[in-house]
């Protein structure tokens, strides 16, 4: 009974979120930030955990691999173009993964985070069931890992595409590649007002960044997180 509830919960909550964003366009009300705070102001009254909530909705959860499979489609019907500029799509994120760990550990010690945080937060920048596996692997809490993938979808989301207009950028392999690898599946949703190829595009620079994040993960990181040991 509870799994039936939690799951019909989240789907209520988050469907109302996404009406009062549709109304009403501002940062603070954005699905995937008010869907979590409205959850929590409903199972606090009855005293439901969040190892509870969890387990309950674990079925939404399970949810995030298909729907990630699925990015394969548009990917299928637009190969010719990306086989064609497959050397830049390599380049491009790669690069970009490499910004956004290193800007993330850059921060983290700025700010003089825990260890906690500061492994949680090195893949940030990938979608949410491969940066939970990844934050796994180097010892991270793949809960606060969530946390900060959605803030930086939210923000990515949300400033991208004004970075676009400033910087007059017309390409869709561009704008694409710059959406998908800064604000991974919330990038995408984005992209996907822009035309099938920025969608496609998006889905692509979201899909080997999670790849060649899991390669950073090997190396890189345990690198990183060496350093601020010593």
């Known amino acids: 009974m509870i ?13 109302v979120s996404k009406k009062l964003y549709k109304k009403y366009p501002i940062f ?8 979590p705070i409205l959850i929590i102001a409903v199972i606090l009254p009855f005293h439901v955990s969040a190892n509870q909530y969890m387990s309950g909705a674990a079925f939404l959860t399970h949810l995030l ?18 086989k064609k500029n497959m050397s830049i799509i390599l380049i491009s994120v790669t690069t970009g993964t490499l910004v956004a760990i290193m800007s993330s550990f850059a921060l983290s010690i700025a700010f003089q985070l825990n260890s906690n945080f500061l492994i949680s937060v090195l893949p940030r920048s990938i979608t949410t069931p491969i940066a939970i596996e990844v934050s796994k692997d180097i010892g991270g ?16 989301g949300i400033i991208g595409p004004h970075v676009i207009k400033v910087l007059s950028i017309k390409s869709p392999l561009a704008k694409g590649l710059a959406l998908g690898m800064s604000a991974h599946g919330v990038g995408t949703n984005k992209a996907r007002e822009y035309g099938e190829q920025e969608a496609t595009f998006s889905t692509l620079a979201m899909i080997f960044a999670a790849f060649i994040t899991m390669i950073w993960a090997k190396s890189l990181i345990p690198a990183l997180i060496h350093l601020t040991s010593i």
Do not use: E, N
């Open 28 to 35: 603070l009300l954005h699905p995937l930030l008010l869907c």
């Open 65 to 82: 691999g298909p729907a990630t499979v699925a990015f394969a489609i548009p990917i299928y019907k637009h190969l010719p173009v990306i």
């Open 3 to 15: 799994y039936a509830a939690m799951i019909c919960m989240t789907c209520i909550l988050y469907f």
């Open 141 to 156: 809490l793949p809960t606060l890992t969530t946390i900060f993938v959605i803030f930086t979808g939210i923000i990515g």
